[in-house]
């Protein structure tokens, strides 16, 4: 039926014509990732970059099995190339500049969206035995975090969370001690109820080592407004940390992590990791999706990697790996974080 299909000339007009209108809008919607940056169509486009080069390769295809236009079709391949090659660009620009195979103190991080846990909790508390972590950032609490206070307070005796009865987006959860814990709310946002304004920062002493913590959770950028809100809140974090580091001297090692709701192919992320001088590490060097749609098994195909782990340079980032499905729209996000050794240093 498909060779008939591609052998009748009415047909393979009409599909030429869909391949190739497919093919140059999603080229051009690719494209405002990169050229423009900040607006909402190229911040909304970044969480899907590798389904829409996906979608353009086959449009392509189809395009070049229905039609003779070979010069479209190779003038349309060069745009796709260089699509890909900024995308693979930006995935290499994170993992690079930082340390790599450091030797001393280490700990493993497990960050994870719980969407207010509406479920039962026995699958986060299988994946939270399966990975082990040291430290459990979670977000999208809610009032649930006296549950979570019971399931883990056997194994995480240090924990940074708002007593029984009141709501907090963010909490944490360690087998370390958490020194200097501090829970804030970043004023001048737009009102409206669907915005997250919460950070938390502590610092995490693992051994003789220092590290200083900061747990984001800003808005998903779905409307012009949560946009808006989400830019404002990475732009004071960015400005918040370079001013408390720089005001203290203080020199401790940083990790930034949580669910940032921003792809990495994102102008906003791409930025917040340079100007803080962060790096990262992904499964096979490549992003894996940690925010799905739909259902838990399209992950890979429909979803994208709006959870990070980023660490300042003196820091190596290994092993990271995408947890289970937990009942929530997101999948845990684990890595192990380790200090240069005195002779690293």
């Not at 408390?244 to 949580?258: H, I, T």
């Not at 791409?270 to 096979?284: A, V």
């Amino acid at each position: 039926m498909v060779k008939s299909i591609f052998s009748n000339l009415k047909w393979r007009g009409i599909i030429a014509d869909i391949s190739l209108a497919v093919a140059t809008l999603c080229i051009a919607i690719a494209t405002c990732v990169y050229i423009f940056p900040g607006t909402f169509l190229g911040e909304a486009a970044a969480f899907f970059v590798p389904q829409i080069l996906l979608t353009i390769v086959l449009a392509l295809v189809a395009f070049i099995i229905t039609s003779a236009k070979l010069n479209i079709f190779l003038g349309l391949g060069c745009c796709l190339l260089l699509l890909v090659s900024f995308s693979f660009y930006r995935i290499t620009l994170v993992q690079t500049g930082g340390a790599t195979h450091n030797t001393g103190e280490s700990l493993k991080l497990m960050t994870v969206n719980l969407e207010h846990m509406r479920r039962g909790e026995g699958l986060l508390k299988n994946a939270i035995d399966s990975h082990d972590p040291d430290l459990v950032v979670f977000q999208e609490t809610g009032g649930t975090a006296w549950i979570i206070e019971k399931l883990l307070a056997d194994t995480y005796p240090y924990s940074f969370s708002p007593p029984k009865g009141f709501d907090a987006d963010i909490t944490i959860f360690s087998r370390l001690p958490l020194v200097n814990s501090s829970r804030s709310e970043i004023s001048n946002m737009p009102q409206n109820p669907n915005i997250t304004k919460e950070f938390v920062e502590t610092t995490v002493l693992v051994g003789g080592e220092r590290l200083k913590l900061f747990a984001l959770h800003p808005s998903s950028p779905r409307t012009w407004d949560r946009l808006r809100a989400r830019e404002a809140y990475m732009s004071y974090i960015r400005s918040h940390i370079r001013r408390e580091r720089k005001a203290s001297e203080d020199n401790s090692s940083l990790a930034v992590v949580g669910d940032w709701n921003t792809s990495i192919w994102s102008g906003s992320s791409q930025f917040t990791f340079r100007h803080l001088g962060l790096h990262t590490r992904f499964p096979s060097k490549l992003p894996s999706n940690t925010r799905y749609f739909f259902r838990p098994e399209l992950s890979s195909l429909l979803g994208a990697q709006v959870d990070h782990i980023a660490v300042s340079t003196d820091l190596s980032v290994s092993n990271p790996k995408v947890g289970p499905h937990i009942d929530s729209d997101h999948l845990p996000l684990v890595a192990e974080i380790t200090f240069p050794s005195a002779k690293e240093r």
